[in-house]
Each structure stands twice: as C-alpha cells, then as structure tokens.
Nanobody
Framework: VQLQAFGGGLVQAGGSLRLSCAAS????????VGWFRQVPGKEREFVAV????????YYSDSVKGRFAISRDNAKNTVYLQMNSLKTEDTAVYYC???????????????WGQGTLVTVSS
C-alpha cells in the first residue's frame, strides 16, 4: 500500500490542524495505520494508531486528550485531528500502515512521505 500524508502547516499554539493520510490499494481496510513524528536530530516518536476497523485506537501520553485518530475506509483515508497544539508538537508527521496494531515503527512496513507541522508561540 502506498501512503501520502498532507495537511501540515503553520499554526499558533492552542490552535488546531487536521492531517490526512491517503492510501492507494484495495486492501487498505485490512491495515492498522499509525502516525509518528520526528524532529531533526531526534528519534521518530509514536503518536497514535488505529486498528483496521477504526474501533481500536491508542495514543502516546504526550498527545492523549488533544489528538484524535480516525479513518474512513470507503475513502482509503486516515485522519489525525490535532487540537490544543503546543510548540513541542512541531515535527514532521508521518503515517504508516502495517498488519500489526502496534506503537512500534518497526512494525509498519509502508510509510508516507511526511508533512511538516510547525506550532508557533
């Protein structure tokens, strides 16, 4: 499956953004999809994951209560709604797909190209 993440941009602290991850391939609905983020010079960090049906979700402690992951399998798209953004949320955000419902990046073989989110103070 091929993925494309978009929706990043510049937003002030306290604001909101919605990222989208569009996938190609008829089997997209069989995959778990995760969002990860990375700041230059740091390791890639898990953000959220959603199971194939959308009924299971899991978040990192740093975004829990502020971010919401969802999916529309009819549109082959996964979303990450980001609210109450903080300057420390600034990063390149990647979506990834895999057969495992996991928070580990190594469990996701397919990755999108990343979209930059910048949160200003």
């Amino acid at each position: 499956v091929q993925l494309q993440a978009f929706g990043g941009g510049l937003v002030q602290a306290g604001g909101s953004l919605r990222l989208s991850c569009a996938a190609s391939g008829r089997t997209f609905s069989r995959y778990a999809v995760g969002w990860f983020r990375q700041v230059p010079g740091k390791e890639r960090e898990f953000v959220a994951v959603i199971g194939w049906s959308g009924s299971s979700t899991y978040y990192s402690d740093s975004v829990k209560g502020r971010f919401a992951i969802s999916r529309d399998n009819a549109k082959n798209t996964v979303y990450l709604q980001m609210n109450s953004l903080k300057t420390e949320d600034t990063a390149v955000y990647y979506c990834a797909a895999g057969s495992s419902y996991s928070y580990k990046s190594a469990d996701f073989p397919s990755w999108g190209q990343g979209t930059l989110v910048t949160v200003s103070s």
